[in-house]
């Protein structure tokens, strides 16, 4: 337990460190604390005046009360102003740093990472988990600050004016704080349960509205309404939790002051306690006493935010913490030729898991096109995976123009290899920004119409109201499949790169837009290496190398014709799929 409480105080500690590149709004914000606090005391401690205005009510008092009770709410209010936007300021900017090195660290975990989390709940941890850390370093800070800055002013005065009345108050802070170090634990138990289901909430969302036209056509609306349902149901009950801890709390903590003050009432009322006070003296004590309960109050209430932010940045820095790609190669060349090797390369997802790939030796010479072709799950999509480094093997080597792909660096290596594959990517963009995308955006309008017009793209981008600068809508929504595709391999093609890989590159295409394609491929196949992954085999007779695969091993190696005078497993599914035509 108290390694964990440890924990969150490093966490936390780790969460102010944001904070330092603002130190002079912060010191701004403190500033505007200590004013709100000296004003605070101030109001109590002109009770004395007041009481003597009252029983000696001359001009000069008349003044002197009214000018006291404007200057001190003037005072007070620069304070506020002070302590609210600065402190806001810093945390606004601690809020924006976090979200942004978040988001680089998403951008440079491996592919691992991805197929074990869900996007949604990823999603989440940028918006709601880092607006939780906000609440944790602007609110938070400021009634800590302001309000204990307060309590603090108000006991100074206290003591100044009768200490033993004020030790008679303090005596029950203990039990005070008993009640806020429970309340602490359950608020924290309670935030990592509320952050994890906002996370569902986040990923049951966006997978329903992402497949809506699934949902809809298969009448799934019942299904996700009840699943959404009890995500929400949950995330419900859980915020209704921390409400009632903190309902409960808070006046728990409220009748604990009561009882200090009617203790302290009490006792006042003997003189051997009172001693020489003034009655003017003695309403200022006392209005100082009760003037402490909205402080102590808010103090303790703060804890639910405080937690709230420290299980927020747990997950989020946990996320920040994890390994990215291993990326520590330094081999940069302008371009390779192509050539590449696979040396008895063995492949599992996970640990745990049973190798993929069982000891792959492969030499494709450059400019070499090699067709993969085997039933589902017989490792092809896996064995081109491997080439980006978008996954690490576990044994063997890989060597592109005989250099190990470890020796490059991961921008070098994937800067030589442009991949179309059939679930196509595309952004809320214009056409030609999907085109010339990422490294590609300084190519010229000229490059991004050649490489439109040899995909076969062009004849449908003029029929556009904006031709290339017209949006394609989310993940290219507007488009049909084969348009879609086809603005895919124009991607590929403005890249030039020297190794191209087709992973099912042709399969959301009609026939004729597919006779079109091929062509383009079999122009833009020239003088690179391509590795094609092929469902339908007559888009791959042309290659120069057809390699069959079966559960994770390479089975026939040959061209078209000799696999099919060897009468072995590619002669079967040629045969299968022309007895299906």
Do not use: C
């Not at 589902?376 to 890989?398: A, D, M, N």
């Not at 300084?442 to 449908?460: N, Q």
């Not at 109201?465 to 949006?471: A, I, K, R, S």
């Amino acid at each position: 337990m108290k390694q964990a409480e440890a924990s969150n105080w490093q966490t936390y500690g780790r969460l102010l460190k944001y904070v330092k590149p603002f130190w002079l709004a912060f010191s701004l914000a403190v500033v505007g604390n200590v004013i709100y606090a000296a004003a605070s005391t101030g109001m109590a401690a002109a009770m004395e005046f007041v009481i003597q205005a009252i029983e000696n009510p001359t001009p000069e008092n008349r003044m002197l009360i009214t000018g006291l009770i404007v200057g001190v709410f003037a005072f007070r209010g620069v304070g506020t102003f002070m302590s609210q936007y600065f402190i806001a300021y810093v945390g606004r900017h601690v809020v924006n740093a976090l979200r942004k090195q978040l988001f680089d660290r998403l951008l440079t975990l491996p592919s691992r990472y991805f197929d074990n989390h869900a996007s949604g709940r990823l999603v989440s941890k940028l918006t709601f988990n880092v607006e939780q850390v906000a609440d944790a370093t602007t609110n938070a800070v400021t009634i800590i600050l302001r309000e204990g800055l307060t309590i603090v002013g108000l006991l100074g005065f206290m003591v100044y004016t009768n200490w033993k009345l004020t030790l008679i108050f303090v005596a029950l802070g203990p039990l005070i704080a008993l009640v806020v170090s429970y309340a602490s634990k359950r608020f924290r138990k309670i935030s990592r349960r509320i952050q994890s289901s906002m996370g569902d909430v986040t990923h049951v969302s966006s997978e329903s509205i992402t497949g809506y036209r699934v949902v809809r056509t298969f009448g799934g609306e019942d299904y996700e309404r009840k699943r959404f349902g009890k995500v929400a149901d949950r995330t419900m009950r859980q915020g209704l939790k921390m409400a009632s801890t903190q309902a409960i709390a808070t006046p728990v903590v409220q009748v604990f002051v009561a009882l200090a003050l009617a203790a302290l009432v009490w006792v006042m009322l003997a003189p051997e306690i009172r001693g020489g006070m003034t009655t003017g003296e003695l309403v200022a004590f006392i209005t100082a006493a009760a003037t402490m309960a909205k402080p102590i109050r808010q103090v303790t209430s703060v804890h639910a935010k405080i937690q709230k932010g420290v299980a927020a940045a747990h997950d989020v820095f946990g996320t920040m913490d994890e390994e990215p790609e291993q990326d520590t190669g330094r081999y940069s060349p302008d371009r390779v030729r192509g050539a590449i090797n696979f040396d008895n390369v063995s492949f599992r997802y996970q640990d745990t898991l049973d190798d993929v790939l069982h000891q792959i030796s492969l030499e494709i010479p450059a400019g070499q096109s090699v067709a993969l072709v085997g039933r589902s799950g017989s490792g092809k999509s896996t064995l081109v995976s491997l080439l980006p480094r978008f996954y690490e093997y576990q044994q063997g080597e890989i060597r592109l123009d005989d250099h190990p792909i470890t020796d490059f660096s991961l921008t070098a290596l994937r800067a030589q290899i442009a991949l179309v594959t059939q679930n196509v990517v595309l952004f809320n963009d214009t056409i030609g920004a999907n085109i010339a995308y990422g490294s590609l955006r300084e190519r010229s309008r000229d490059e991004i119409v050649e490489a439109a017009r040899k995909a076969h793209a062009m004849e449908f981008i003029e029929r556009m109201p904006d031709g290339l600068d017209t949006m394609v809508g989310d993940n290219g929504v507007m488009l049909s499949g084969g348009q879609r595709q086809r603005l895919a391999i124009a991607r590929a093609l403005l890249k030039d790169a020297p190794v191209l890989i087709l992973d099912e590159a042709t399969s959301a295409l009609d026939t004729e837009s597919e006779r079109y394609i091929q062509e383009a491929l079999e122009t833009v196949m020239k003088g690179r290496t391509t590795l094609v992954i092929a469902h339908r085999l007559s888009t791959i007779e042309q290659a120069d190398r057809i390699l069959v695969m079966e559960s994770g091993r390479i089975v026939e190696d040959g061209n078209h014709q000799q696999l099919l005078d060897a009468g072995g497993a590619y002669a079967q599914l040629h045969q299968m799929q022309f007895s299906e035509g």
